[in-house]
C-alpha cells in the first residue's frame, strides 16, 4: 500500500522537476540574449569643434536610439555567431596587391594594397590606411567587406598584415606583432606618402588595430602630416582593465578568452 503511495507522488515531483527546468532554460535564454537590456542612444564624449559638429550633422545616426532587429538583436554573441558564418559566405573578395617591405632588423612586413573603382566624391586622391585587430590582416571577412565598400565609394585602401598573422608568409626575423609595436604600421604608410605624394590619408584602427593608429600618431608630429583624421573603432583602452574583464565569466566572457589565447598559440607554435 505504501508503495502506491509513493508511486501515485512521482508525477507531480517530475511535473515540479520538469518546471524548474524549463524556468531555468529560460532564464539562461533571457540572459544570453540579453533581453532585458533597455535601448538608448549612444552616449557621445566630444570637444565642440568644427569638425565635431561636421560629423553630427553628418552622421545622424550617432544620436538616434539604436533599435535591434527582434529576440537575437541585443546579443553580441550571436551577433558574432552570425556574422562568422554569413560572412563566410556573403563577404566580397576586393582584388588588390601584396606589397613587401623589409625592416632594418629583417622582419618582412606585408600590406596589400586596394584601387578606388570609382572617383571620390570631392574628386581628391583618399588613402584608408587600415590596421586590424589582434591577429588579423587583409584577408578577414569584416576587413574585405569594409575595403570593398571603400573602393566603391573612391577610396584607396592600404592593409596592414601584422606580422607573423598570415599562414603563408614566413617570418624572416626572430619576432612577430605585438601589442604597442608601430614599425610596420608607419612603414606602410611612408610607402604610400612617397608613392602617392598627392594623397591624403585617413587612418582606421580595428580593435588593436585601434591603439596602434593612435599610439603611432602620437609619437611624433610628423606622423600626422597629411593625415585628414583619425577613426578608431572599438578599440581597448586599459589592458590589464581588460584583463581582468576577460577572467569573468558572466557573460561569457572567459570563453573569448579562451578563444583569443587559442589563436594566438596557434600563430606563435605555426613560426617555432
Not at 570593398?148 to 598584415?161: S, T
Request: aromatic share 10%.
Amino acid at each position: 500500500m505504501s508503495t502506491i503511495l509513493e508511486t501515485s507522488e512521482l508525477p507531480a515531483v517530475f511535473d515540479g522537476v520538469k518546471l524548474a527546468a524549463v524556468a531555468a532554460v529560460l532564464y539562461v535564454i533571457v540572459r544570453c540574449l540579453n533581453l532585458k537590456s533597455p535601448t538608448a542612444p549612444p552616449e557621445l564624449i566630444y570637444q565642440d569643434s568644427a569638425l565635431a559638429r561636421f560629423l553630427l550633422k553628418s552622421c545622424p545616426l550617432l544620436t538616434k536610439e539604436y533599435i535591434p532587429p527582434l529576440i537575437w538583436g541585443k546579443s553580441g554573441h550571436i551577433q558574432t555567431a552570425l556574422y562568422g558564418k554569413m560572412g563566410r559566405v556573403r563577404s566580397p573578395h576586393p582584388n588588390g596587391h601584396r606589397k613587401y617591405l623589409t625592416m632594418p632588423d629583417g622582419a618582412t612586413a606585408t600590406f596589400d594594397l586596394f584601387e578606388p573603382r570609382s572617383e571620390h566624391c570631392t574628386g581628391e586622391d583618399v588613402t584608408m590606411v587600415i590596421c586590424p585587430g589582434i591577429a588579423n590582416h587583409s584577408e578577414k571577412q569584416y576587413i574585405r567587406t569594409f575595403v570593398d565598400y571603400a573602393q566603391k565609394n573612391g577610396y584607396r585602401c592600404a592593409v596592414l598584415n601584422h606580422l607573423g598573422a598570415l599562414p603563408n608568409i614566413e617570418l624572416t626575423s626572430p619576432r612577430m606583432f605585438t601589442y604597442g609595436c608601430t614599425w610596420e604600421f608607419g612603414a606602410m604608410v611612408n610607402y604610400i606618402k612617397k608613392t602617392y605624394p598627392q594623397t591624403q590619408l585617413i587612418v582606421v584602427g580595428f580593435s588593436l588595430g585601434g591603439n596602434i593608429v593612435c599610439k603611432y600618431l602620437g609619437e611624433s608630429q610628423a606622423n600626422q602630416e597629411r593625415v585628414l583624421c583619425c577613426v578608431s573603432l572599438c578599440q581597448g583602452y586599459s589592458a590589464l582593465r581588460a584583463q581582468e574583464t576577460f577572467m569573468q565569466w558572466d557573460h561569457c566572457r572567459r570563453f573569448y578568452n579562451f578563444l583569443m589565447a587559442d589563436n594566438m598559440k596557434k600563430i606563435i607554435l605555426s613560426h617555432r
